[in-house]
């Protein structure tokens, strides 16, 4: 595998359902990011995890739960979802450095359904 | 209240012509851009960026313009071919190591054979 993986590519699932998205990054960066993606709306910035700590949580419900064991795995916890969750939920790694910019490296998404 | 917009939801041109993509930006403190294609069922790839001391970066038949006065940048394709035709996301951030990108919506290219 190379680059930013994710898995399930889709995915559909009740209000009541628990569900994980899992995001692997094979590129040795250092921080790794959740995004949502709604019809005809930016990229939302959802969590940040730099070096393994949780850096940023942009006012996300707590109904996603992200979880990085480590600095090439990421999950997305999914709990009692609503129907307007339903989204393409992008993965992206970068590698974070004290100046400088880094672009960074999406998956190709998972398309979430909530029924 | 977006920070970076793409008035332009899409964009048709013919093979071998100019595409020229717009973004706007309104907050001061962003000072790297950067532009991103998406494919269907695929997710963004990192296209081109600029830093905000520089007017102007090429890559091929890519380039991309800053104009820091009017806060605005365009990506420029020329020629454009069909395999250019996707959605084009502008995105900017600012020193300070959050590595937090803000991106537009997004402006969907087709180039016409």
């Given at each position: 595998e190379t680059g930013v993986t994710q898995t399930p590519r889709h995915l559909v699932m009740g209000m009541t359902n628990k569900k994980s998205l899992k995001c692997e990054q094979h590129?040795?960066?250092n921080a790794m990011y959740w995004y949502k993606q709604s019809a005809k709306k930016p990229l939302e910035l959802m969590f940040v995890y730099s070096l393994e700590e949780?850096?940023?949580?942009?006012?996300?419900?707590?109904?996603f739960s992200p979880e990085c064991p480590n600095s090439s795995h990421l999950f997305l916890h999914l709990h009692t979802l609503q129907p307007e969750d339903s989204a393409l939920y992008l993965c992206a790694s970068s590698q974070v450095r004290t100046s400088g910019y880094n672009e960074q490296f999406f998956g190709p998404g998972t398309r979430l359904t909530v029924l | 209240d977006q920070q970076v917009k793409q008035n332009s939801p899409s964009l048709s041109v013919q093979e071998g012509r100019i595409s020229i993509l717009n973004c706007d930006y309104t907050?001061?403190?962003?000072?790297y851009f950067l532009w991103y294609k998406k494919y269907p069922a695929e997710g963004p790839t990192f296209l081109i960026s600029i830093s905000s001391i520089k007017d102007k970066n090429e890559d091929g038949r890519f380039t991309v313009f800053l104009n820091k006065s009017a806060k605005h940048l365009s990506l420029h394709i020329v020629p454009s071919q069909p395999g250019d035709s996707a959605v084009y996301f502008c995105a900017a951030t600012s020193q300070g190591g959050s590595e937090k990108l803000v991106f537009g919506k997004g402006t969907k290219l087709t180039v016409n054979p």
């Open positions: 590129l040795g960066h949780r850096v940023e949580n942009n006012s996300v419900p707590s109904r | 907050n001061s403190m962003f000072d």
